[in-house]
């Protein structure tokens, strides 16, 4: 099951570092198709023919909702079974870890997967679990991004335990979070997209850590921006430069100097443990373990004595053309019981080891495997290509044991494809294969049970001394080397320790997600997810062995159902270990016809009414001459003025925020409230001055000029501060949410969302406020 984990980054022996220019080519073969029905026997009810001829992914919409919605899954966590909530008990504290997955089949069942940034335009597009809750199944292939939360991309790297725990996360994430979520491979015309329409599963680069040094530098962390760039490369010429971005990669074996330099600036975080524990050593088929138990260990090879044995034994293997032109009998012309037909005449298959139905491979003796005629004598060892972190060389010299590797490569050793057809032809010829391979990893899987099992070969016991006695692993195919720095000394002979794999992510994508502009984007569960997840080596073992099983469609769907499966079957654990608390959340919006918003338009209605019949009316006593001089005609109709300011500042404070709402409430209400407060009080000033100079047996002049001028001069300046305001930090709408204890009937957790007007400078309202005060009390 998946577990919490806070374990630090360990200081790792470096394992399976892949250039760019060792790209693993499996064959990508979509599956075609001239009916739906092919498609749905195939692969998965729900695949459909392609108008181009293939069949498409069944879990675009959503592995999830496609699984759920199969006969097989129709009763897990439905309506008429119980529900982990129901099953714990009251007084019990895991009732309040409880997971009601009855709730979340509806929400699965009801809404497709969030769509992302490289989903096609003309895709269909849903909204909401709750509008779309009606749709028939199949009526659109994801949901709009309602919750705006930032796209994560995921790293795939270029091995198939990588592309499994990328997947989970693009599932996690885009099915359960509703985060957009893509995945990168590095380059432009690999796809390993879960929701790709044509599954494809395209092998791309490992361990180049640049990759995080464009999210890092993107705006807001937003790898899409190069989406556009890399597009227009691609419907160009091709041969310009693909921009690769990635803000987390979950399956990570080593440690380099690109790594630890992005790591000291700051662009990579610490890797944290992602459950898995990972080695790496020599292995042996099982068939020779049986005819021989000598061979598991290293003291049953090694010595002279031994060097006669293993030549016998581990034999070279031979590529489709070398056998078809100088041992097949008839040259492959016709089937000879291992090859059934010469190799393409394009070249293609020129150096390949094995194929199926074609070429079960062959093991040959050389010059280098007669021990009468070659002194020093060796049987084959199958070592990794450059690039790759090996220590075989080392190991072999320091441990007496003659095996040697006579790959293609400058190093002696096998591209990816060549190792696992070697594999393959050991498997189908049932003869002695020895070399270096790793696990988790879904070799081990393919050839469990078939008697060409892989089985770990026992050298001497690492320890820390013999770590810090590597050779260098950059001198390991470099011309210039010496043969120390190829062979190194004794003390570096030992065998591998085991590694925990880490994951990555990019320096700010923390930071990104609480500081972005959008305050729904802060609410991003993406972080927290990346952080909780974890898995060990024995669920992904679990997994592959499912993907060889299935034998449909290999390098397409087939591991992407063994992906969805085991999350189908391990949901609930999923769900408890990853999705973060009150996750996920659907946004509600305030409702402009609330109770309050209806009560304040109304009040701002009538005062606006009153207001103008009320100017009416003192317009037509003025002109009938009711109204007194000494009503003094121009105070009253600033106050009414005022008044009425005051009342459109209401009016516009009671209606959905805006630019213009936020801007217009805040002039209305500061020139208002100075034109109806302000003479009221020059006025009562002014009175004041005249009763204390009435005590005095004095004569006192008031002026009513003056008296207007420095009421309007007041308006003036409240106008000037206005406008200044306005310029400088005008008020805009914004956001307020508010995270409630309630769900809907999908088990989202509702959040309120409400919109106010606000500057950046909260100084221009406490001074307006303060000013309103002051005014009001006077």
């Not at 990588?162 to 359960?176: H, N, R």
């Not at 001459?625 to 005022?642: D, K, M, P, S, W």
Request: charged fraction near 20%; aromatic fraction near 10%.
């Amino acid at each position: 099951m998946l577990h919490f984990t806070s374990r630090p980054f360990l200081s790792i022996v470096s394992l399976i570092i892949v250039t760019s220019s060792l790209l693993p080519t499996p064959t990508h073969a979509i599956v075609p198709c001239t009916s739906p029905t092919i498609c749905e026997t195939t692969l998965l009810k729900g695949s459909k023919c392609s108008k181009d001829g293939y069949c498409t992914n069944p879990f675009m919409g959503g592995c999830l909702k496609t699984m759920l919605e199969s006969e097989r899954y129709s009763q897990k966590y439905s309506d008429d079974t119980d529900s982990a909530d129901d099953d714990a008990d009251e007084n019990d504290s895991s009732r309040e870890n409880a997971v009601d997955m009855r709730a979340w089949r509806r929400r699965l069942l009801s809404t497709p997967r969030v769509c992302n940034s490289e989903d096609d335009d003309d895709n269909d597009v849903a909204t909401s679990s709750e509008s779309i809750a009606s749709s028939s199944p199949g009526q659109s292939s994801c949901s709009k991004n309602e919750n705006d939360y930032a796209e994560v991309r995921l790293w795939a790297q270029n091995w198939e335990a990588g592309f499994v725990l990328s997947w989970m996360m693009q599932i996690i994430y885009s099915e359960l979070l509703g985060v957009p979520s893509t995945v990168e491979t590095g380059v432009r015309d690999k796809n390993v997209n879960f929701y790709d329409e044509s599954n494809s599963m395209g092998y791309g680069k490992s361990n180049d850590f640049e990759f995080f040094q464009r999210a890092y530098d993107a705006e807001g962390g937003d790898c899409s921006i190069y989406n556009e760039a890399n597009k227009r490369e691609a419907g160009g010429d091709g041969d310009g430069e693909y921009i690769p971005c990635a803000h987390a990669v979950m399956d990570v074996w080593s440690t380099n100097p690109d790594l630890e330099d992005a790591q000291r600036k700051g662009v990579v975080e610490p890797g944290q443990f992602v459950g898995m524990v990972g080695h790496q050593g020599w292995q042996v088929t099982k068939s020779s373990i049986v005819n021989d138990s000598s061979l598991a260990n290293i003291y049953g090879i090694r010595g002279r004595e031994n060097r006669r044995k293993l030549a016998d034994r581990f034999k070279r293997p031979t590529t489709w053309k070398y056998y078809c032109n100088s041992i097949s009998p008839n040259n492959c012309t016709s089937d000879d019981g291992v090859a059934t037909r010469p190799p393409a005449a394009d070249g293609s298959e020129d150096g390949s080891y094995f194929s199926s139905g074609s070429y079960t491979g062959f093991f040959r003796r050389t010059e280098k495997n007669d021990c009468d005629i070659t002194e020093n004598c060796t049987g084959h060892f199958m070592d990794y290509p450059c690039g790759w972190s090996s220590y075989v060389k080392q190991q072999l010299k320091h441990n007496d044991v003659a095996l040697e590797s006579n790959g293609e490569d400058i190093s002696g050793g096998y591209s990816y494809t060549s190792m696992v057809e070697i594999w393959n032809a050991a498997n189908a010829t049932k003869s002695d294969v020895i070399g270096i391979w790793w696990s988790p990893d879904a070799t081990h899987n393919m050839f469990r049970g078939s008697g060409s099992d892989l089985i770990p070969v026992t050298l001497p016991e690492p320890t820390q001394e013999c770590v810090e006695n590597r050779v260098n692993l950059l001198k390991r195919c470099d011309p210039s080397a010496t043969e120390f720095d190829i062979y190194g000394d004794e003390k570096g002979a030992c065998g591998e320790p085991f590694t925990s794999t880490q994951k990555l992510a990019v320096g700010n994508m923390q930071s990104n997600i609480a500081e972005s502009l959008n305050p729904k984007s802060r609410m991003s569960p993406a972080y927290d997810a990346y952080k909780d997840f974890s898995i060990t080596e024995l669920q992904v073992a679990d997994i592959l062995t499912a993907w060889v099983d299935r034998g449909r469609d290999k390098f397409g769907f087939d591991l992407r159902y063994a992906t969805c499966e085991w999350m189908v079957e391990n949901l609930e654990t999923v769900i408890q270990s990853v999705v973060p608390p009150t996750h996920p959340r659907a946004f509600k919006g305030a409702s402009n016809t609330s109770p309050l918003a209806i009560v304040a338009l109304v009040f701002s209605a009538i005062t606006i009414t009153f207001t103008i019949c009320t100017v009416c009316a003192m317009w037509r006593k003025h002109q009938q001459g009711a109204i007194g001089r000494a009503a003094q005609i121009e105070f009253l109709a600033l106050l009414l003025v005022g008044l009425f300011l005051v009342s459109i500042g209401s009016l516009l404070l009671a209606l959905e925020p805006s630019k213009w709402t936020c801007t217009g409430s805040i002039w209305m209400i500061t020139i208002g409230y100075t034109t109806q407060l302000v003479p009221t009080m020059i006025r009562v000033s002014a009175i004041i001055k005249i009763v204390r100079a009435s005590m005095k047996m004095k004569v006192v002049n008031v002026n009513r000029k003056v008296l207007l001028t420095r009421s309007i001069g007041l308006s003036a300046i409240a106008a000037l501060y206005c406008t200044v305001w306005t310029i400088y930090d005008p008020p805009q709408s914004q956001t307020s949410l508010l995270v409630s204890e309630d769900k809907n009937d999908f088990g989202e957790t509702i959040v309120s969302v409400s919109n106010y007007c606000d500057s950046n400078l909260q100084i221009w309202f406490i001074i307006s406020f303060i000013c309103q005060a002051f005014l009001l009390v006077g």
